[in-house]
């Protein structure tokens, strides 16, 4: 049997992520993902800038930066009448003015650089979690489906949506939104002329967008309201980019067609979207003994307002600071001080990441019932101009720094 401080269960932003803080404050975390290489599942996405402040904490940042440009604003098209809204975001949004989109394969490998060789273990998959001590509140015991056996006295999940650790806590399991999403990255041979503009367009029940993140290459997304019946979902990669062309932009404007069909077909998914129950997070054991989540583990949440992975860069700083300044304090890991940093994490986060899970789902019904003159002159005329702007706000954020491991102990 194999015996770690600290296992961090997912090797996604959010596992890499919280790894990343504990080095910082120095504690070394053995990190498990179920596939053979980092995922990079949903080719690329846009950091707000509360997700570059949690960057900038973790040392990251500067590594990101030089390859892509800040927007400072969007155009949405409503493609029934043709008319096109300007959405400007918010001028405090770092120096350069807005959100910028990034490479997911990018950032992973940035965050995987800072850890030590062989700090992360790949096609390691749990299949099996014990709990000992009193009331089963630690050291744990995880099994791997390779006959693996650790025991570890610290167990962090960011095991995705459907987690194992979840589960153990005894968090509910997501649900459906109503809603699905496909994505994709397209590749031009050449200058794809597109310029480096966010376009969206806006249809009853539909929703799209292409997002430039250099001159050859585009992120380009879709969401739409699911049949109540359940739409059969599309697996084969030419299959997505024919429906995707065929079923729901037709109506689009002809760019977004030709995007689309320049897809990388190896960076397309469709999936039904999924978001935690905001009340599960907040009755719910988000943390018990020394386990918890993080991430999407924590709050799955939909894609609406942009925060899915911006949230989880800020769990990753929260939770280092907290159990950092444990560890500094006592100069090791103490079960009873890391449980009680723990509860300190989980007291922090449970009602940002439930309002972000709100928020983020009524941004989308608000964009996608666009049926009747009704519901889409609250788009347009309400929405657009104001509650979404209001929305964004929550993109400025600060999670806060890292403990210094310098840095001398306060008296009372």
Same mark, same amino acid.
């Given at each position: ?173 997501? &649900?459906?939104? !109503?809603?699905?999403? $496909?994505? =994709?990255? @397209?590749?031009? #041979?050449?200058?794809?002329?597109? /310029? ?89 054991? &988000?943390?018990? !003994?020394?386990?918890? $989540?993080? =991430?999407? @583990?924590?709050? #799955?949440?939909?894609?609406?307002? /942009? ?92 999670? !806060? ?12």
């Amino acid at each position: 049997m194999e015996e770690e401080e600290v296992v961090v269960v997912g090797a996604g932003i959010a596992g890499l992520a919280t790894a990343v803080a504990l080095r910082r404050v120095g504690i070394k975390a053995l990190v498990l993902e179920r596939s053979d290489g980092l995922r990079a599942t949903g080719a690329a996405l846009t950091l707000f800038p509360n997700a570059w402040r949690a960057l900038d904490v973790l040392g990251v940042a500067h590594k990101l930066t030089p390859f892509y440009v800040a927007r400072k604003k969007s155009y949405v098209t409503d493609v029934t009448t043709g008319a096109v809204q300007e959405i400007f975001f918010s001028r405090n949004n770092r120096s350069s003015g807005g959100p910028i989109t990034v490479h997911r394969k990018r950032l992973l490998e940035s965050l995987a650089e800072e850890l030590p060789t062989h700090s992360i273990r790949f096609s390691s998959k749990l299949i099996s979690i014990e709990a000992q001590g009193q009331a089963q509140q630690g050291p744990y015991i995880i099994s791997l489906e390779d006959g693996t056996v650790i025991k570890t006295k610290v167990l962090i999940g960011c095991d995705g949506v459907h987690s194992m650790v979840a589960r153990k806590l005894g968090l509910g399991e997501p &649900v459906k939104s !109503g809603r699905s999403g $496909v994505r =994709g990255l @397209a590749v031009f #041979p050449e200058v794809h002329g597109v /310029g480096d503009e966010v376009q969206q367009f806006v249809d009853a029940g539909v929703r799209a967008g292409v997002v430039p993140l250099n001159d050859k290459e585009i992120y380009w997304f879709l969401t739409f309201n699911s049949s109540p019946k359940g739409e059969a979902m599309a697996t084969d990669p030419e299959q997505i980019e024919e429906q995707v062309i065929k079923n729901f932009a037709k109506d689009f404007p002809p760019i977004y067609a030709e995007v689309v069909r320049h897809s990388d077909l190896s960076t397309l998914t469709w999936t039904p979207l999924l978001m935690r129950l905001p009340w599960d997070l907040i009755f719910g054991n &988000v943390s018990k !003994g020394n386990m918890t $989540v993080a =991430g999407d @583990a924590m709050h #799955p949440m939909t894609p609406d307002l /942009g925060q899915g992975g911006c949230s989880a860069l800020e769990d990753a700083v929260v939770l280092g600071r907290h159990i950092g300044k444990s560890y500094i304090d006592n100069g090791k890991l103490v079960p009873a001080a890391v449980a009680g940093a723990l509860e300190g994490y989980v007291k922090e986060r449970r009602w940002r990441a439930a309002w972000l899970i709100t928020g983020s789902y009524l941004s989308g019904w608000a964009q996608l019932r666009g049926e009747g003159w009704l519901m889409k002159t609250f788009r347009d005329v309400i929405f657009y101009r104001y509650v979404f702007k209001k929305l964004l706000q929550v993109s400025d954020y600060d999670c !806060g720094k890292l403990p210094l491991l310098n840095e001398p102990k306060k008296t009372l």
